[in-house]
C-alpha cells in the first residue's frame, strides 16, 4: 500500500479499503503480508495500530511515489465499487464497513470532543478558504453559537477519527479532512459545504461514504445556502427526522 499523491482521503478509505479486503477475504489468515509505504512511517506512523495490525502483519518499503502507484493501482484498482449514486472508482461498499469496524474497536474511550459541536478550521492548510465566505461563517459559529473550532493539521489522526466520533455536529469544507466521518456515530450531524456552485453537488466522495456507513445525518449545500443563517441550520439540525444528502434541488427550508 502506498500514497496516492498523500491525500489522506485515498489513504485512510482508499487504502484503507484495501486492507479490510485483505482481512475479510481470508488473506490474513493465510499470513499474506501487508507492505506499506514508508511515507507512512513518518507522516502518520498511528496508522498500522488504528488498522488493527500486529507488527508481523506488514512490513515497510521504500520506495517513490510513481512506482508505488504502478505497485497499488494496476488498471485502477478502485473502479471495482458501484453505488446507487452511478459507477463511480469509490471503494467497495462492503469493505468500507468493515473498515469501519476495524478502526472503531481501536479508537479507544470517548474524547474530549464529546457532544461538541465542531467547525473545521482550514486557515492552517495551503487552501485556507477554499469555499468563500467559509471563514466568516465559522468565526459566526464560534462567536455567537459554541462551536469549536478545531484545525485538524494540529491534531493527530487518531484523534481526528475520534472528533467524528464523539461530536454532535461537525461542519466543514468540502476536502479530504471529512475523512474522518468513517468512524461516525449514527447520531453525528455532518454538514459538507462546497464552494458556491451547485456543480459541485455532483462530487460525491462523501456521499457515497454515507451511503456505505448507512449514514442518514450527512448534509451537502453550497455556501450560499447557509452562509447568512447558521441560526436556521442549527434549528434543522436539531429537529427531527431529517432528510440524508441534501441535494441541490432542495432548499435550507426543506
Request: proline share 4%; net charge neutral; glycine share 10%.
Amino acid at each position: 500500500l502506498g500514497p496516492h499523491d498523500a491525500n489522506w482521503y485515498h489513504s485512510l478509505i482508499d487504502q484503507g479499503a484495501l486492507i479490510a479486503h485483505w482481512d475479510r477475504s481470508g488473506l490474513r489468515r493465510q499470513g499474506v503480508k501487508l507492505v506499506l509505504s514508508s511515507y507512512w512511517h513518518y507522516r502518520w506512523p498511528e496508522l498500522p495500530s488504528i488498522f488493527g495490525l500486529a507488527p508481523d502483519e506488514y512490513v515497510w518499503m521504500n520506495c517513490d511515489r510513481v512506482e508505488f502507484e504502478q505497485i497499488t493501482f494496476p488498471g485502477n484498482v478502485r473502479g471495482r465499487g458501484r453505488n446507487s449514486l452511478g459507477a463511480w472508482s469509490f471503494a467497495d461498499p462492503a469493505d468500507i464497513a468493515h473498515l469501519r469496524e476495524i478502526v472503531l474497536r481501536n479508537l479507544g474511550p470517548k474524547s474530549e470532543y464529546s457532544g461538541a459541536y465542531v467547525a473545521i478550521d482550514r486557515r492552517d492548510g495551503w487552501r485556507t478558504d477554499r469555499v468563500q465566505g467559509y471563514s466568516t461563517m465559522l468565526q459566526r459559529l464560534v462567536d455567537d453559537f459554541g462551536f469549536r473550532a478545531v484545525r485538524l493539521g494540529e491534531i493527530r489522526p487518531k484523534q481526528q477519527l475520534q472528533l467524528f466520533r464523539d461530536a454532535k455536529v461537525v461542519i466543514g469544507e468540502h476536502g479530504a479532512g471529512l475523512s474522518g466521518m468513517l468512524a461516525v456515530s449514527p447520531e453525528t450531524s455532518l454538514i459538507e459545504v462546497f464552494p458556491d456552485s451547485n456543480q459541485n453537488l455532483g462530487v460525491y466522495g462523501f456521499a457515497h461514504l454515507a451511503e456505505c456507513l448507512d449514514h442518514r445525518r450527512h448534509f451537502r449545500y453550497v455556501a450560499s445556502e447557509i452562509a447568512d443563517i447558521p441560526s436556521q441550520l442549527l434549528r434543522i439540525l436539531n429537529s427531527g427526522g431529517t432528510k440524508a444528502h441534501i441535494r441541490s434541488d432542495v432548499s435550507v427550508r426543506d
